[in-house]
């Protein structure tokens, strides 16, 4: 992970500034590279928690399709924060420039995205993502059931995952946020709006954000009636039975069985 040198000055001023009366240039100079180092392995094992999390999530939809024919995930995406921006939250947040105490009271630092056909797919992945016996789930924040006062709705899980490295495990926090299709088309517009306007959004805007949220909640409510009704709920029940083996592959396998079970036969009557 490559750290700038707008970085550098943020994060060296971050940790010189309480001890500006108490060290001397060289040893400011000094403490700055070793958090300059220690901070691009922090990142590192952010960047591998999201790989480990990818992977998780490549594996279950891989399962969803064998077990169901179905895929109740759409599309993943992932990030690690910048240097620049954890800095900046940092300072925002009046956050002591230590990596251990930043660790701990930002969550968002590594993020991973999936994006589901339908509401209840969302249900469905967060249960059986955050069943599994290596993640402890920290937090869970249901905006769906309670979305935010600006329409957002979105599922949010503050999950521990370890990250095994050379000198042993560590545990880091990964923030999985699932949504629909309509609700992840609505995020990302309202957060470009939100963003062109730093935060103040013109009354009209925001009203009509507000809309756009309720029609994308029917949109979602509808596609799904339109989906049960076609395929009834196909999702919920073992597909594995109905696949297609190739009968040519399990004859053979057959006829080597029974090859090998007579010449084992041979073999222990010529022995006797």
């Known amino acids: 992970m490559r750290i700038s040198a707008e970085h550098d000055q943020e994060s060296h001023a971050a940790l010189a500034a309480p001890l500006a009366k108490q060290a001397t240039p060289a040893e400011l100079q000094e403490m700055a590279q070793a958090f300059h180092h220690d901070f691009q392995r922090f990142m590192m094992e952010y960047q591998f928690a999201v790989d480990e999390m990818l992977t998780k999530v490549s594996i279950l939809r891989e399962e969803f399709l064998y077990l169901h024919k179905y895929n109740p995930i759409e599309h993943v995406s992932s990030r690690v924060k910048t240097p620049e ?51 402890k789930v920290i937090q869970i924040k249901d905006y769906i059931k309670n979305p935010k006062s600006n329409g957002y709705k979105s599922v949010h899980a503050i999950i521990e995952i370890p990250v095994f490295l050379s000198d042993g495990p560590v545990n880091v926090v990964v923030e999985v946020q699932i949504r629909t299709i309509a609700q992840d088309f609505w995020a990302s517009l309202e957060h470009k709006i939100f963003y062109k306007y730093e935060g103040d959004v013109p009354a009209h805007l925001a009203d009509e954000l507000s809309e756009a949220a309720a029609i994308a909640t029917t949109l979602d409510m509808r596609m799904q009636r339109l989906h049960t009704e076609v395929h009834g709920h196909d999702a919920d029940h073992d597909g594995a039975s109905h696949t297609d083996f190739d009968n040519t592959a399990i004859d053979n396998l057959l006829s080597l069985a029974r090859e090998s079970s007579a010449e084992k036969r041979k073999s222990t009557g010529s022995e006797s």
């Open 85 to 135: 921006s954890i800095m900046r939250k940092v300072s925002k947040r009046n956050i002591a420039p230590s990596l251990p105490i930043i660790r701990e009271n930002i969550s968002d630092i590594a993020g991973v995205r999936i994006t589901c056909s339908f509401v209840k797919d969302i249900y469905k992945v967060l249960n059986t993502l955050t069943s599994q016996s290596d993640l």
